[in-house]
């Protein structure tokens, strides 16, 4: 298992913004939860987020555990 270091961060980081970048134009039927108060998101809220950074978290995960494994983290 892999200490925490700002690698495995950087590689989290940039596995949750790629999935929040699918999911802003994946999801068909968007807005149906609280907004977030952020300008540029309209219709983009609560949920859509929650949803992205999980699956975002799924695939950050697999990747540091597959960079570890093959010893390239």
Known sequence: MNNWS???GLIMSACNLISIFIGRYAIQVR?????LPVIGVEGFGLAELIA?????HILGAGTIIGL??????
Not at 52 to 56: E, I
Not at 68 to 73: A, D, K, V, Y
């Open 31 to 35: 807005g149906l939860g609280p907004a």
């Open 6 to 8: 700002l690698q495995t």
């Open 68 to 73: 570890s494994s093959t010893g390239l983290l």
């Open 52 to 56: 992205t950074t999980s699956l975002g």
